[in-house]
């Protein structure tokens, strides 16, 4: 059962132009929701995250918007660079013997174009 | 560097032999956790160790796959008769506590032929 929904699968977008990628989730018991960045041949890097209490985050050119009650939330990368060319994923977690153990979603490629 | 470490890196192996993969966590991080990553999948949940205590495992996590923390620092992943389906990326994170981020090391890619 996948959890945590993630869509586009790969998206390409012009040098300067917004990404968005949006993720669904199913468990209302999830309060933690990180995005990763990964690069091919490395491991996940954290982004931007964000709890239920709050409806958008934004840390420099990233920001995360919340839906609680449609269990909905997306990444926006403004003014995407060609260095922002990755693989994006969204997560989830929720309270529990694990604490911070993830449900990631899988993935977006990003391709930005110079 | 300071970040989770990995070894090795990659590990080509053929059908049947046994592998074991090793990970270093961030010192004082307490928390550990094993997942896998198949080519073009996020990440998927392995098991977890709370210092030496390994406190959840995943169905994913067959009865040809064990883990051990012995000391509560490093953690050791090793695969029984490997099978093909096991080719995957294993990645490794730690975290300080259960409200700190976790933390990824480059992974283990291996390849079983």
């Known amino acids: 059962q996948q959890q945590v929904k993630q869509s586009p699968q790969s998206l390409i977008v012009q040098k300067g132009g917004i990404s968005i990628i949006n993720c669904a989730y199913e468990?209302?018991?999830?309060?933690?929701f990180p995005w990763y960045q990964q690069f091919p041949g490395k491991g996940p890097a954290l982004l931007i995250a964000?709890?239920?209490?709050?409806s958008e985050k934004k840390e420099g050119r990233f920001t995360i918007s919340f839906n609680k009650s449609a269990k909905q939330f997306s990444l926006h990368i403004m003014d995407s660079q060609p260095g922002d060319s990755a693989t994006y994923f969204c997560a989830a977690s929720s309270p529990g013997a694990a604490g911070n153990k993830l449900t990631f979603g899988g993935g977006t490629r990003v391709l930005v174009k110079p | 560097d300071t970040g989770v470490s990995q070894d090795p890196r990659h590990k080509i192996t053929k059908r049947g032999q046994n592998v074991t993969f090793r990970c270093d966590p961030i010192?004082?991080?307490?928390?550990l956790y094993w997942y896998r990553q198949t080519l073009g999948q996020g990440p998927e949940f392995l098991t977890y160790f709370q210092n030496e205590a390994q406190l959840e495992k995943s169905r994913l996590l067959s009865d040809r796959f064990s883990a051990e923390r012995p000391k509560g620092s490093f953690s050791t992943l090793e695969i029984q008769r490997t099978e093909q389906g096991d080719s995957a990326m294993y990645l490794c994170?730690?975290?300080?506590?259960?409200?700190?981020?976790?933390?990824f090391g480059n992974g283990t890619r291996l390849t079983v032929t």
């Open positions: 468990n209302t018991a999830f309060d933690y």
């Open positions: 994170a730690s975290s300080p506590s259960s409200s700190s981020p976790l933390h």
């Open positions: 010192s004082e991080h307490n928390r």
């Open positions: 964000i709890r239920p209490d709050v």
